[in-house]
C-alpha cells in the first residue's frame, strides 16, 4: 500500500508505531477502520502479515492505557477469527478421532463421548515410567489413525497443569505426527503459566507463557481454551501463527446455577478487575443488570486491595444479590477483600469462576455466610478440598467443550459469530 506521496505507508494502529512510539492523531491500521474488520474482501491478506509483525514487534501491551490498549485488542480479535476461519475451512473433520492426555480420566470418561467411544474413535494413552523421573507415552498405533478413518485430522483433548502434563502433551503430539496425523487441534479446557504474561525484572522471572505458546505452536495446528488469563496467551499465538480461540466459561456456569427471569431484577455485578471489565459487562448484560466496577491493585502474589467506593457505587450495591465472574479462583484473597470493601451493603455474594485451584486457606475464607454460591469449572485438578453441600459446587466442563467439538467437527463454525459462543470469545 502507498501513501499520498506515493512512498509505502508506515504501517500504524492506534498511533502506534513498531518502535513503540505513541502518536498523537495516527493513522488507523494503514487507514482501515475499526468497522471494516467484518469485511474481509477490505482487509488484503499481505496487509494481515504485517499487522502480525507490528503485534510482534510491539510486544506485550498489558499496561498500556486503554486508549491503546482497546483497539489492539480489536485488531487482536479479528486476526484470531480470520486465521480460525482460514483454518477451518482446511479439512472435513466429520471423522476425526480424539485422543486424551493420559491421567485425566475425568474428561476421557464422560458420557459425552459415548458415541465416538461405540464407533472406537476415542482413545485415552497409557504411560510406561523407567523409574520415578522418566516416562514415555504408549498405545498410539498407526493402524487406528489411518487417513480414511480419520481424515487426516485429530482432536488431542487435555489440560495443561504443570511440567509433567506438559511433557505428555508434547509427547502425544509428537507420537501423533509420527503415525502420519496432518493436523491436530488441541483442546486444552485449563492452560498453565497463563499468569506468567510478562518478565519479572526484580524477580529475576521469565515471561513464561511466551516459551510455552511457541512450544504448542510448533506441535498443534489449532488450540482452543476456556478463559486464557491476559491477552498476552492470545498474542503470542497469533505471532506464532496458530488459530487459537479463547472463550469464557460464565455463560455456561450460569446456565447452570439457574436464576429464574423474575429474580434478575434483584441483582448487580460486580467486575473484580478492570482489566477483564469486558467479560463482567457481558455477564451483566445477560442477566440485565448493572455492573459496578472495582479497581484492584495486586501488592504482591498473596496481597489484592480495592479502592474505596464511590457514592455512586454504594447506591447501586445497596440491598442487592451480586454476582461476581472470575477467571481463577486461587487462595480466595481477591474474594474475601471485595466482600470487606462491598459486604455492608449487599444481601449476599454468588461467584462463577472458569476455573479454581483452591489453596490452603480459600475454603475457609469462602465460608463465610455472606457468600451465598460458589460455581466453577473442573478444568483442572484442585489442589485443596471442597466441603460437601450445595455451597460450593464443583461441575464438569465436558459439555461445553464438546459443544465446542461438535460445532468443529460439523464444519463452517466461527465462534466469533455463534449464536452461543460469540458473547464469550475474545481476545483477552
Known sequence: MEGKEGHPRQLSFGGIQPDGMLLRGGE??????????????????????????????????LKEPAEVRDPLNEVLSFLQERMWI???????????????????????????????????????????RFNEDE?????????????EKTGGHV?????????????????????????GVEEITFLCPYLAWTRQDRPDPERGEPETISYVMEEIAAMVDRMVTIDAHSVETSRLACINGLPFCSFSGWKYLLEIIGIPEEEKEDFVVVGPDLGRESQSARVAQELGAEIVSLNKKRINDATTVFEFLTKEQIKALSGKR??????????????????????TYVESITVVASHA?????AVEKLSQPGFAGIAFLDTRRLLGRIPSG???????????????????????FNPWQDDYFKNTVSAV
Open 322 to 343: 451480586v454476582i461476581i465472574f472470575d477467571d481463577l479462583i486461587a487462595s480466595g484473597g481477591t474474594l474475601e477483600n471485595i466482600w470487606d470493601l462491598i459486604g
Open 357 to 361: 485451584l483452591f489453596i490452603k486457606g
Open 86 to 128: 482460514e483454518s477451518a475451512e482446511k479439512r472435513d473433520r466429520r471423522k476425526s478421532p480424539i485422543v486424551f492426555l493420559p491421567g485425566q480420566s475425568n474428561f476421557a470418561c464422560h458420557t459425552a463421548f459415548e458415541d465416538l467411544r461405540e464407533e472406537k474413535r476415542v482413545f485415552t494413552p497409557g504411560i510406561k
Open 155 to 179: 482432536y488431542l483433548f487435555g489440560s495443561i497443569q504443570n511440567s509433567e502434563d506438559f511433557t505428555n502433551f508434547k509427547q502425544v503430539a509428537v507420537r501423533l505426527r509420527e503415525i
Open 390 to 412: 450445595d455451597k460450593f459446587r464443583l461441575l464438569s466442563c465436558v459439555p461445553l467443550m464438546n459443544r465446542f467439538l461438535r460445532a468443529d467437527m460439523r464444519g463452517g
Open 28 to 61: 488507523n491500521f494503514s487507514g482501515y477502520k475499526l468497522e471494516d474488520y467484518g469485511n474481509w474482501d477490505k482487509i488484503p491478506s499481505l496487509l494481515l502479515g504485517e499487522v502480525v509483525e507490528l503485534l510482534s514487534e510491539i510486544g506485550p501491551w
Open 135 to 147: 516416562w514415555v507415552v504408549q498405545g498410539l498405533r498407526r493402524e487406528d489413525f489411518d487417513r
